[in-house]
């Protein structure tokens, strides 16, 4: 799945804002007791109040649709299932879906349906109803970047208990296109019912109103033991006003409620603060194709003259880390062995003058301020790489202006991408030569020969070997400069056990939380 | 400070209480001139959101979505059609009630079926704390003039006045929630979606009308004071009628029209801070449609919850000029 420019908004929430705290930042990472609640028995009951930020303009029941609510999305997926879900290591877990496997040229997909998962009013869930659901999904505005290369026609039913998806081309991959929208409902499910048809997730729907709901335990559910009696998503334009109720005790989860809330629960003892690692990337680029940065020597250098650690002391206030230009960092198949890049300004002044760099001339960076921070690492970046003689300016652009004339276009841009944990989401949709949204417009032979290699290598270890050398690639010659990634941040109060720690969506699996009260 | 606060609208001397033919006639003329006005604002609103860059569907896409996609949806949103056409349609809905449909799919007025209700609850309970603690102060400022009290009540209402309602939003949930923890940090609703206890509305309402107070209090303090100078009054005083009467019995009365007109603008000021506080307070209102649409460019949602204002600041200040007409043409 995309990430909607606006569904990261808040994501990366309160970082920015941070920044200006950064200079008497500790850097000490305190954050307190664990959430996972391990080695405790987990208490059956309870009512978790969830607070999820979202607007109430934006408000949408549809599964399918565009949710640019994080309550709204939290509701869905509580409610109704996705085929797999995001995970820890493999990044694809099984969810409606028990077990998929691929045909030899790995373009037929078949997905077999878990045993004994029924919609919450009984009936069981048959391939027609995913069938169905998955091609509603594909005949939205933006179906076909939610399930690219797969075609309406090409999803059909095998049985009762079988999906059959058909790749246009060899994706090795195709699982990990299935874990983030592809709810399902039952068949024939009329529009005007969305808001209370019966999903099979491990909550079901007790009420809904304006943007807030009760969802209460399914018994039944085919997931196993769902330990909460129910779950209350309470919807939150403001960060602050999110942190301000769970502070105040009326809500026990603030869900990615951002940096700033974080700094200041971290004093008090009765809140827990849940980092969530790899959760956004907030990288430059620098534009391949043509322009001052087409070498790779200066990139290099630009690479080389960024300071990674202080990045992250100040931008993200220490929440996040370091990271190595690679993007796709929450990957089980990040090649962690690369080695990482540090400062040398030294090089970096010997490169741009082997590249015929001109440093008489003052380079313009573009930004926004889509999310807080974002521009703040720029106007940083560019203080530190004129240490290198690189004259940066910083320009921010409205929003929209941004979107419109540099994404894709300018020379030096500051982007960022709510987290998707996966290399070869980045590769498939940022990297490869014809990719949509080749944002440094790079064009590397091997790097889509790689690419092409591991899609279509069955065998895992060996795609994995294939994966490394196509990240090895990207860190030496792509137009990112990646350095570092945010973490997300909930807090929650004292009584709440187990949340997800995943980054991204991971966070809304809230079906193995408990209280302990 | 008085005279210049006498907003636009003039009643006609001769509209009285006696003649109620002349007066239906007089309110159906302000009422037909103000909803053309709102209907001038609507069509402001439209192209307001026409000028800004972007639009719906842009704002409404996932990122990297193919140009087809978007243009799909720019068709199914009706966005490739003129925005007269679009405004047209939008407004010839309007009287049966039909607020459109947002960028989103999902109706307007069912938007804005819960939030607008918490709003007017929110502003209503601010504009009748505001009525009366302004009238309070001010009387009780205008009772001993130039005294210390009225100098004090003067001196702290300039200052609040001053103050934005964010900053008193801030401060009432820091002393109120944070510290003393006697209140709720934010409103949370129940599931018929209104706020789910009464101690939640204390903090916004508050935020909402202290800075109107300080207004207001002003005001009523001016309008008292111009009246005092007005010869039936040097006549009461002569006549030796206790202080409380000739201020509930010629004071008041003749300063009424002033002080109508001074809270019936606070209503706009009400609804326009009310967008700050929800946001504070996590009110349940028709603030954070408001915000979260124009970051859409989602102009049904926008001129929906214009013409739901509107309408309301509408019959507040038509209430306004009735209260002044009939206080000033009983008078006169």
């Known amino acids: 799945m995309n990430v909607n420019r606006r569904q990261v908004l808040w994501a990366g929430g309160a970082i920015g804002a941070s920044a200006l705290l950064a200079a008497c930042g500790s850097g000490d990472e305190t954050s307190a007791k664990s959430p996972a609640g391990k080695g405790e028995k987990p208490r059956r009951g309870g009512t978790l109040r969830v607070g999820a930020l979202g607007r109430a303009s934006a408000i949408t029941r549809d599964p399918h649709g565009t949710q640019a609510n994080e309550s709204d999305y939290l509701i869905i997926s509580l409610v109704h299932d996705t085929l797999t879900v995001p995970g820890a ?20 997909w078949r997905f077999t349906l878990a045993k004994g998962a029924t919609f919450h009013d009984g009936t069981p869930v048959t391939a027609e109803d995913v069938v169905w659901s998955l091609k509603r999904l594909r005949n939205t505005p933006s179906g076909a970047s939610r399930l690219p290369g797969i075609k309406a026609e090409n999803i059909k039913a095998e049985g009762t208990d079988t999906v059959v998806l058909v790749s246009d081309y060899a994706n090795a991959e195709l699982p990990q296109l299935t874990r983030l929208t592809t709810f399902v409902l039952k068949k024939d499910t009329k529009d005007s019912d969305l808001g209370k048809a019966p999903g099979t997730g491990p909550f079901k729907l007790d009420w809904f109103r304006s943007g807030n709901a009760r969802l209460v335990r399914n018994a039944d559910w085919y997931g196993g033991d769902v330990h909460l009696d129910a779950i209350e998503v309470k919807i939150f334009e403001s960060p602050q006003a999110m942190a301000n109720a769970l502070l105040a005790g009326q809500i026990d989860v603030a869900s990615n409620v951002g940096a700033v809330a974080a700094r200041t629960a971290e004093k008090r003892g009765d809140v827990q603060v849940v980092r969530r690692p790899n959760d956004m990337a907030m990288p430059i680029v620098m534009r391949t194709a043509d322009g001052p940065f087409a070498d790779v020597k200066v990139r290099e250098a630009l690479r080389l003259a960024v300071d990674r650690e202080a990045m992250v002391k100040q931008v993200l206030s220490g929440y996040g880390t370091v990271a190595n230009d690679i993007l796709g960092t929450g990957d089980p198949a990040y090649a962690k062995d690369v080695p990482q890049r540090t400062r040398d300004l030294a090089r970096a002044k010997q490169l741009l003058k082997e590249a015929g760099f001109d440093t008489s001339k003052t380079y313009q960076l573009l930004t926004t301020e889509d999310i807080a ?7 940083l970046f560019a203080s530190q ?23 894709l276009k300018g020379d030096l841009y500051t982007t960022y991408w709510g987290t998707n944990d996966s290399v070869v989401f ?50 030496d010659a792509s137009g990112y400069l990646l350095w570092g990634m945010a973490d997300g941040i909930d807090l929650a109060g004292a009584a709440v056990r187990n949340l997800p720690t995943l980054p991204g969506y991971g966070r809304v699996q809230l079906e193995r939380a408990w209280l302990a009260r | 400070m008085a005279g210049t606060l006498t907003p636009t609208a003039r009643p006609e001397p001769a509209a009285g209480s006696r003649q109620p033919a002349r007066t239906a006639l007089y309110v159906a003329g302000v009422l037909v001139r103000r909803l053309l006005l709102l209907a001038g604002l609507l069509a402001a609103v439209f192209a307001a959101v026409e000028l800004l860059p972007g639009d719906a569907a842009d704002a409404t896409s996932e990122r990297g979505e193919s140009a087809a996609d978007l243009a799909q949806r720019r068709r199914l949103l009706g966005l490739d059609r003129p925005v007269a056409e679009r405004f047209w349609d939008w407004m010839t809905g309007l009287p049966t009630g039909d607020l459109g449909t947002s960028a989103r799919g999902e109706q307007v007025a069912d938007l804005l079926a819960r939030p607008f209700p918490n709003t007017l609850l929110l502003g209503g309970l601010a504009l009748l704390l505001t009525l009366a603690a302004s009238v309070a102060l001010g009387c009780w400022a205008a009772a001993r003039p130039g005294g210390p009290l009225d100098r004090a009540v003067s001196a702290s209402a300039t200052g609040i006045l001053a103050l934005p309602e964010f900053v008193v939003a801030v401060a009432l949930v820091l002393v109120f929630a944070q510290w003393t923890g006697w209140l709720p940090a934010v409103t949370l609703t129940d599931s018929d979606g209104s706020p789910a206890s009464w101690r939640m509305l204390v903090l916004p309402v508050l935020a909402l009308a202290i800075p109107q107070i300080g207004w207001n209090t002003r005001i009523v303090r001016a309008a008292l004071a111009d009246e005092a100078r007005a010869p039936h009054i040097d006549t009461a005083v002569l006549d030796g009628l206790p202080r409380r009467r000739i201020l509930t019995h010629h004071l008041l009365p003749g300063a009424l029209p002033t002080i109508a007109a001074g809270v019936a603008t606070s209503t706009g000021m009400l609804l326009g801070g009310a967008v700050v506080v929800e946001t504070i307070f996590n009110y349940p ?16 949602v926008i001129a929906g919850v214009v013409a739901v204002t509107g309408a309301v600041i509408t019959a507040v200040l038509l209430l306004a000029d009735l209260v002044r007409t009939w206080a000033s043409g009983g008078r006169t």
Do not use: C
């Open chain 2, 285 to 300: 209102g028709i603030g954070s449609v408001l915000a979260g649409a124009v970051a859409d460019r989602d102009s049904p």
């Open chain 1, 385 to 407: 790489v004129r240490e290198a003689g690189v004259k940066v300016e910083v320009v921010r652009q409205e929003s929209a202006t941004f979107w419109d004339k540099t994404w």
């Open chain 1, 426 to 475: 980045f590769a498939s949709k940022t990297m490869v030569s014809d990719s949509g949204q080749n944002e440094a417009g790079w064009k590397n032979k091997e790097f889509d020969a790689a690419y092409r290699k591991a899609m279509a290598t069955k065998d895992a270890a060996e795609r994995a070997k294939v994966l490394h050398e196509l990240q090895q690639i990207e860190h």
């Open chain 1, 373 to 379: 921070g974002l521009a703040e690492s720029a106007t």
């Open chain 1, 89 to 108: 290591k493999p990044n694809t877990v099984p969810r409606l879906a028990a077990s998929w496997q691929a045909s030899d040229d790995l373009k037929t």
